[in-house]
C-alpha cells in the first residue's frame, strides 16, 4: 500500500516512505539495496496495479543511476601492467582486458 504519494515535480521519488529519497543523494551500495527491495516487492505480486507501475518506474531509476556510477567508476579506474621492456605502465582499464 502506498504510504504518501509520489511527487508529481520530483520524478526522482518513489511511491512509500521507503522510496523517497532523490538518486543523487544515495550511494551505489544504497540504490542497489532499494532496488533489491523493489523487485522482491514487486515479486510478491501483491501491491496494486498504480504502485507497481510506480515501483518499477523507480526500479528501472535506480537500474540507469547504478549503471551510470559503474560506468563513472570505469573511466575513473586504471591499472598498472608490465611492458614488454619491463616497466610499470599505468593504462585505462577495460573491462575484459588481460
Not at 521519488?13 to 523487485?39: H, K, R
Not at 540507469?64 to 575513473?76: G, N, P, T
Amino acid at each position: 500500500m502506498l504510504d504518501s504519494p509520489v511527487s508529481q515535480n520530483n520524478p526522482n521519488t518513489a511511491p512509500s516512505q521507503d522510496f523517497q529519497a532523490p538518486l543523487e543523494n544515495l550511494s551505489y551500495e544504497e540504490a542497489i539495496l532499494e532496488l533489491e527491495q523493489i523487485v522482491k516487492r514487486l515479486e510478491k505480486g501483491e501491491a496494486k496495479l498504480e504502485e507497481s507501475a510506480q515501483l518499477y518506474e523507480r526500479g528501472l531509476a535506480l537500474a540507469q543511476y547504478c549503471s551510470s556510477i559503474l560506468q563513472d567508476m570505469e573511466a575513473r579506474v586504471s591499472q598498472l601492467n608490465l611492458s614488454p621492456e619491463g616497466e610499470i605502465v599505468e593504462q585505462d582499464f577495460k573491462l575484459g582486458a588481460e
